[in-house]
Every structure is written in C-alpha cells, then in structure tokens.
C-alpha cells in the first residue's frame, strides 16, 4: 500500500523567507511522487512531479523538491515566499502504472506573513 | 493548455435526490477519474475508469455512486441517493496514461446536500 504523510497541517513563513514543507512517503514499489496546490475555492493544480527521473525536481512559480530515497522523503522548498503562495499543498503519491490512482496526503497550509 | 472541465461549479440538492457531476476531459485521454474532497480534509480517490468499465474503485465508492462515459466527451459521476456526508468537493480527473504524463484535475463541483 502506499501513503504520504505531511508534517505540519498549518505552516506559517515571513515573506522572503524559505518555505519548507514536508513529505514522507511509503510505497513498496518504485514512487511517482506529486506536490499540487489548492488555492481558496479552487482545484488542484499540479506544481511538480517525480516520475524516476533526476531526483530534484523543479516546478512552476519557483518551487523545487528533492526525492530522497534513503529517507523516504519528497520536501517541496522554495528560496523566497510570497504572499501569493498562500494555499494549501498536497503531497500525493502513484505506483506510476498507467491508470493508477493517486494517494494525497493530509494538507499544509502555508501562511505567509507580512 | 487543455482543461478538465466540470459542470456545475456548485450544485444544491436535497438529501435522497439523485444527482449527476459532469465532467469533460482533455479529447485525448483515456483514463479518468473521481476524487472527493470533505471540507477541511485530504482529498481521496473514488474511481477510475478506462476502455469504458471501472479499473479500480474505493471503498468509499459504493452502490450509491455510478460512472458512466456517456457519449465520446463526458464522463459523469452520479449518486442515486444522497447523504448529508456526501457533502464536498468533487473533482474529476484525466491523464493519458503514458509514463510520467501526469493527471490534470478539473477545478471540481462542490456539491451541497440539504
């Protein structure tokens, strides 16, 4: 079975801080691992994935994150928040295999102060 | 870029009606998807579906829920009967099915039931 937990529900970071969010997976094959944000009252849009290929990963509006096997981790960071990064993310998780489904995590949400 | 598009964004019903979720997704796909999202919680996996059956189901997926690829566009998720806890978020996905394609999500149906 596979799974993904986040650690921390709610995270709050200064704007031009680093952020740092959190995630551990388990899988007992191969992971295709997937950070997506949720805006308020919005869907889900994908920021970044690993598909097993170079382990950091760079994705849209400046995030990046780093597969680390031998931790079982999948952190997402980025250098400097922005107000305009205030969302929930979601860490998810898929065997890769073509119709598979996805596992989410619980949630973050990232507070940006001021 | 392509979409999922899903219709409508918020849809009201009383408790025991039958209501459908409707979603379009990208011409090309061949797998699809139901997630739900309860206020406040992860958002979790429903169904799946390729070459016109379901491939995987939840067990949050039971006799109350259909799936159905009408027509060569539209993929609906119907409930027979609903609940108060069907309350949420719904949200429908596609993706190609090739490796490291990705899902796309539509930006979901919160569905209100009364």
């Known amino acids: 079975a596979q799974s993904v937990t986040q650690l921390g529900s709610h995270v709050s970071v200064s704007e031009g801080a680093l952020v740092l969010l959190r995630c551990n997976y388990s899988?007992?094959?191969?992971?295709?691992l997937f950070w997506y944000v949720q805006y308020p009252n919005q869907g889900l849009q994908l920021l970044l994935k690993?598909?097993?290929?170079?382990?950091l990963v760079k994705g849209i509006n400046g995030f990046e994150a780093e597969f680390k096997k031998s931790e079982t981790s999948f952190h997402l960071t980025k250098p400097s928040a922005h107000m305009s990064d205030a969302a929930e993310y979601f860490c998810?998780?898929?065997?890769?295999?073509?119709?598979?489904?996805?596992?989410f995590g619980k949630g973050t949400r990232l507070h940006i102060l001021p | 870029e392509p979409e999922v598009t899903q219709t409508p964004s918020h849809q009201v019903t009383q408790m025991g009606q039958e209501v459908i979720l409707r979603c379009v997704p990208i011409?090309?796909?061949?797998?699809f998807y139901w997630y739900r999202q309860i206020l406040g919680q992860k958002v979790e996996f429903l169904v799946s579906?390729?070459?016109?059956?379901?491939?995987?189901k939840s067990e949050i997926f039971d006799d109350q829920f259909s799936v159905e690829r009408p027509d060569g566009s539209n993929f609906t998720l119907k409930i027979r009967s609903t609940k108060l806890e069907d309350s949420a978020m719904y949200f429908c996905?596609?993706?190609?099915?090739?490796?490291?394609?990705?899902?796309?999500f539509g930006s979901g149906t919160r569905l209100t039931v009364v």
């Open positions: 998810a998780v898929s065997r890769g295999q073509r119709d598979d489904k996805i596992i």
């Open positions: 899988s007992s094959v191969p992971p295709y």
């Open positions: 690993y598909t097993s290929a170079a382990t």
């Open positions: 579906f390729y070459n016109n059956e379901i491939s995987e």
């Open positions: 996905a596609s993706s190609g099915g090739r490796e490291g394609y990705g899902y796309t």
């Open positions: 011409s090309n796909h061949l797998y």
